[in-house]
């Protein structure tokens, strides 16, 4: 079980998480074959990933929350906040040797981000099935909370929003979070 607690700070207050008998989280990404150093810093043409074409500049991370965990399980904002940084966090570091990555955090004046919201969790697992599905994979970091196994936050790896990432998006009501 997960205890949220609010600690004071100089502005405002801070929630931080504390848990009883599971100092782990659980996530899951999709993840691209290991390369080594050398292999990583070659430019051959691989089609199975995402192609960077123009700058750095037009790639976007999407980050995806459920809505139902702020309605239905009353989530403070703080640590769904905190959630989509784990999940931020660790897509980029998980697939750090990709081309995307590399050239997204190269460019830290131009990092775009989209903060997107769908109905509840099965939304979010369905867009991951899909995901898995795609020709051109996005790969991607679904982080889950423990103890509960609860997905709260999926992270796709900066892209160019092609047109079958769009698509899926739609199909699962992903909207802009407001």
């Known amino acids: ?19 009883r008998n599971s100092p782990f989280h659980r ?27 123009g700058s750095a500049s ?8 459920p809505r139902s965990l702020v309605v239905e399980d009353k989530w403070p904002v703080g640590p769904l906040l905190a959630q989509s940084a784990h999940a931020a ?6 697939h750090r040797d990709l081309p995307e990555v590399r050239s997204y955090l190269s460019n830290l004046e131009n990092m ?4 997107l919201e769908v109905k509840d969790v099965e939304a979010l697992r369905g ?7 795609m020709d051109r994979k996005i790969p991607y970091h679904l982080w889950i909370e423990q103890p509960e196994n609860t997905p709260t936050a999926l992270a796709l790896v ?6 079958a990432l769009k698509r899926i998006l739609d199909h699962h009501g992903c909207v802009l979070w407001k």
């Open 89 to 94: 966090t660790a897509v980029l570091h998980v």
């Open 127 to 133: 867009i991951c099935a899909q995901l898995d599905q």
């Open 58 to 65: 037009k790639l976007v991370m999407q980050i995806i929350l």
């Open 158 to 163: 900066p892209n160019n929003r092609p047109t």
């Open 112 to 115: 775009r981000k989209t903060v």
């Open 1 to 19: 079980m997960v205890f949220w607690t609010r600690v004071g700070a100089r502005k405002g207050r801070v929630y931080s998480c504390s848990r």
């Open 27 to 53: 996530s899951i990404s999709y993840c691209a074959p290991r390369m080594s150093t050398s292999q990583s810093l070659q430019t051959t043409d691989q089609p199975e990933r995402v192609s960077v074409s």
